[in-house]
């Protein structure tokens, strides 16, 4: 089974089964399809929203395992409630998905959780059909997504909603294949030396001019001037390479450059070769955690382990990722590494 994709959104309420529909892309980053979404909810009314979790509609003889690991994650948020949404696909309009749904009903139900709303979507665009799984057996029609509070609210904050994950995977994707092969020829020929290029007197040295590198490449993003060349490629997956610039780097995340720090990131998930990819990839996914985006992380996370299996940080972070920690949580946590 793939990790989930999870999301902390604002604390906006809704009013019927309908607008939360139409509020997962935005609670996501992306309109899922084929698709088991749980939704957390808390707070004074208990009915808040909390921790959003998603994972692939299994086959049927997955349907526990699935049940298990979601409810488990979901359950690390100690929510009041949850809401529990199948959404698209052949399973989806398929009597034999209200199997999974039940699972995950009884054991959120023995730890405690009053589940307030079971229901499927076809999927969560505009004018989408919807129905509810219990008895009442109430239906409607899915709301415009993009007109939604919610929706403003991420607009002004300046969130991007992607179509698929499929969109949101191609922000890590590797970039021309023949850049890539050029960097990794250059990045074998340096031997991942810092002193290739900085020449430090001391390994004190090599790691502040280490830190130096990645800094200036962040002032460069920052300014809207970042040029990744074959040279600076190198630099960056060769400065990354070493530990205490990688943490330096992770708490560059939560400062005022956090934006340009996840851009940068990004940028170099995509030009640079495996398996010195996995770093940028990493740290990706530590910005993404920080603004509670469990499915960019995820998607960096993956884009991680397809480029060094077994990389340290990475499987540290898939973990956070996995139990839904929350951005204060993980913040606090970076701030005493």
Do not use: K
């Amino acid at each position: 089974m793939t990790s989930p994709d999870t999301a902390r959104p604002a604390p906006l309420r809704l009013r019927e089964p309908g607008d939360l529909v139409a509020a997962v892309p935005v609670m996501l980053g992306f309109h899922p399809r084929d698709s088991l979404v749980l939704v957390a909810t808390g707070g004074p009314s208990g009915h808040t929203l909390g921790l959003t979790l998603r994972v692939d509609l299994p086959p049927p003889e997955h349907d526990g395992a699935v049940a298990r690991a979601v409810v488990r994650s979901l359950i690390a948020d100690r929510p009041v409630g949850a809401a529990v949404i199948v959404i698209g696909g052949r399973r989806g309009a398929d009597p034999r998905a209200r199997r999974l749904v039940d699972r995950v009903v009884q054991r959120l139900e023995s730890r405690g959780v009053d589940i307030h709303t079971v229901i499927a979507a076809s999927s969560t665009a505009a004018g989408a059909a919807w129905h509810c799984y219990d008895p009442c057996g109430c239906r409607g029609e899915v709301p415009d997504p993009d007109a939604t509070p919610m929706a403003a609210a991420a607009v002004a904050g300046g969130q991007v909603v992607f179509a698929e994950r499929a969109d949101l995977e191609r922000l890590v994707l590797p970039a021309d294949a023949e850049r890539i092969r050029r960097r990794e020829r250059l990045l074998v020929r340096s031997g991942g030396d810092l002193s290739a290029f900085c020449a430090p007197e001391t390994p004190a040295e090599g790691r502040s001019r280490g830190i130096a590198i990645v800094d200036a490449a962040l002032e460069a993003t920052d300014a809207g001037r970042l040029n990744l060349d074959d040279a600076q490629v190198v630099a960056l997956a060769t400065a990354l390479s070493a530990p205490l610039v990688r943490d330096t780097a992770m708490l560059r995340c939560t400062g005022d450059r956090g934006p340009a720090a996840e851009h940068l990131w990004a940028a170099l998930c995509r030009e640079t070769p495996d398996p010195e990819a996995a770093d940028p990839a990493a740290l990706l996914a530590v910005s993404a955690l920080l603004r509670g985006d469990g499915a960019l992380a995820n998607v960096a996370l993956d884009r991680a382990e397809r480029a060094w299996p077994g990389h340290r940080l990475t499987g540290l972070l898939r973990s956070v990722a996995d139990a839904g920690v929350r951005p204060s949580r993980f913040r606090a946590w970076l701030s005493s590494v």
